[in-house]
């Protein structure tokens, strides 16, 4: 059975990222989240959310093109 809710230290063991780089995407709203007590604390993280993350921000590399520098 999958967990559908998971805290910022799972999630951190999970993906191999320190918890405090979890927390602070959080904290700036850039990866979804919900609390699970008043005032803001108990954060837990989605099913789902690392990848949609991850697929939101990756960078994709473009190909170089293969051009000569030499001449003659």
């Given at each position: 059975m999958t967990k559908l809710l998971e805290t910022p230290k799972e999630l951190a063991e999970r993906v191999g990222i320190p918890v405090t780089n979890v927390r602070?995407?959080?904290r700036e709203d850039m990866l979804d989240h919900i609390f699970t007590?008043?005032?803001k604390r108990?954060?837990?993280i989605p099913n789902g959310?690392?990848?949609?993350?991850?697929?939101?921000?990756?960078?994709?590399?473009?190909?170089?093109?293969?051009?000569s520098r030499r001449q003659g």
């Open positions: 602070y995407l959080i007590a008043p005032g108990n954060p837990k959310a690392w990848e949609k993350y991850v697929a939101q921000f990756t960078i994709k590399a473009e190909p170089r093109t293969a051009t």
